[in-house]
């Protein structure tokens, strides 16, 4: 059997409203979630049991595999699948920063999940895949569709959105973590931001998608921008690229998207950007 390689695209919010904590723990949000054409790669191919390699440049500080999510999510296949532990070799190049509000981890997990299905030719649809990848986080069963969605409840309520146009994009890291349990915290201070889903733009084209955002919000931006003061410094650097349309942080952050008309803009604002800040992380991309 040959090895299978696929990709794990960068998660990117383009909002996210986030409610107060309910007596579950858990905070209900809605967001827009599209999908990036960059990320991780994995690669799975047999062996004769179950490991993980992890290389690229954000590889250090995942070399505790037995931790990582693509194990926990294999061995999940595994059980479903009735053959115990799966004898396969897993291979991971780590190109997405870590703590990033990118789904780094929960879009490595689906794409292993797919690989290994694709692998051993097992007869499960990604619908039955979401469900496995449910067991490695709220975010496993958005980031094992890679698929435009609008995102409800704990973020697994998922409703595609197939309208959603082709966005020029151009992702900024500051070289800062930004971990999800502080920074919801830090917003339970606050005591601000809801869940409410606003109502769709007039129509689809980019345009108009960009305008309608510009009215919506990420209620964790404050929050981690407290605890972050790096964000704030993207958030201000992306602001002041030519041709930029939004500017808006990521999920729980620490990445910054800024968007834009043509993906030739997107991509000189990389340029221009990289030569600014040369120890930043900046991807252009296109989001969809």
């Known amino acids: 059997m040959a090895p299978v390689r696929i990709l794990a695209p960068a998660k ?41 390699t992890v290389t690229g440049p954000f590889a250090k500080g995942l070399d505790d595999a037995g931790d990582n999510l ?25 190109q997405l920063p870590i703590a990033a509000g990118l789904g780094g981890g929960s879009s490595d997990a689906g794409a292993a999940l797919k690989a290994a299905r694709d692998l051993l030719d097992l007869a499960l649809d990604d619908d039955a895949l979401a469900g496995i990848a449910a067991a490695v986080g709220a975010d496993g069963p958005m980031c094992l569709h890679a698929r435009a969605a609008w995102a409800e409840g704990r973020g697994d309520r998922l409703t595609f959105e197939p309208r959603l146009p082709p966005l020029p994009a151009l992702l900024i890291n500051p070289g800062v973590p930004s971990p999800t349990g502080a920074v919801y915290r830090a917003y339970d201070e606050a005591g601000a931001g809801g869940a409410d889903r606003p109502d769709p733009p007039a129509n689809w084209t980019a345009g108009s998608v960009i305008r309608w ?14 605890l972050q003061p790096a964000i704030a410094a993207a958030l201000s650097e992306a602001r002041r690229l030519p041709g930029v349309r939004l500017v808006r942080m990521s999920g729980s952050g620490a990445t910054v998207f800024a968007l834009f008309d043509t993906a030739e803009q997107a991509a000189q604002a990389a340029g221009r950007l990289t030569k600014v800040r040369p120890d930043w992380w900046v991807r252009a991309a296109t989001l969809r």
């Open 12 to 52: 990117v919010n383009l909002f996210l409203h986030v409610g107060p904590v309910g007596a579950d723990g858990y905070h209900p949000l809605s967001s827009l979630v599209a999908f990036a054409d960059i990320g991780d790669s994995v690669t799975v191919e047999a062996a004769g049991r179950l490991s993980l």
């Open 70 to 94: 693509i194990f926990n999510a294999l061995r999940a296949l595994g059980q479903v699948a009735g053959g115990g532990e799966p004898p396969l070799a897993a291979a991971l190049d780590k």
């Open 213 to 226: 955002l510009a009215d919506q919000r990420n209620d964790l931006e404050g929050p981690a921008v407290s």
